[in-house]
Structures are given as structure tokens and as C-alpha cells.
């Protein structure tokens, strides 16, 4: 689940918003990119890929299936 943003600039912001990433939305781990540490994730049932940069600006809240 993600519960907040290390980055709050307006950039990152907007690109949150344009992909429909919000607080309290659930996000699942697909498949981790050994080369450049990317995601792929399914979130509202959707998949999307993530680059180390935007993950590592995603405070996110594990929970068990």
C-alpha cells in the first residue's frame, strides 16, 4: 500500500497523478529488474513499470496476502 512520497516536487507529483498513483492504493510486486533495479507492478488492476528512481520515492506498507 502506498502511505507516502520522499520527493514532493511538483514534478514528481505530476507524473504520480498522470499514472494514477495515490496514497492507499494497493501495488503488487510483479518482477524486479536485475540490470537497472526497475519494477513491474500491477496496481488497480493495471500494469506499470517503475524505474529504481520513482520506487525509491515511494514510501510503500507491506502487507501479507
Known amino acids: 500500500i502506498c502511505v507516502g512520497?520522499?520527493?514532493?516536487?511538483?514534478?514528481?507529483?505530476?507524473?504520480?497523478?498522470?499514472?494514477?498513483i495515490a496514497l492507499g492504493n494497493k501495488m503488487q510486486i510483479v518482477e524486479k529488474e536485475e540490470f537497472d533495479n526497475s519494477l513491474r507492478i500491477y496496481i488497480d488492476q493495471r500494469e506499470l513499470n517503475l524505474s529504481q528512481q520513482i520506487a525509491s520515492n515511494l514510501y510503500v506498507k507491506m502487507i501479507k496476502l
Request: aromatic fraction near 12%.
Open 5 to 20: 512520497v520522499k520527493d514532493s516536487s511538483a514534478v514528481f507529483l505530476r507524473f504520480l497523478d498522470k499514472n494514477n
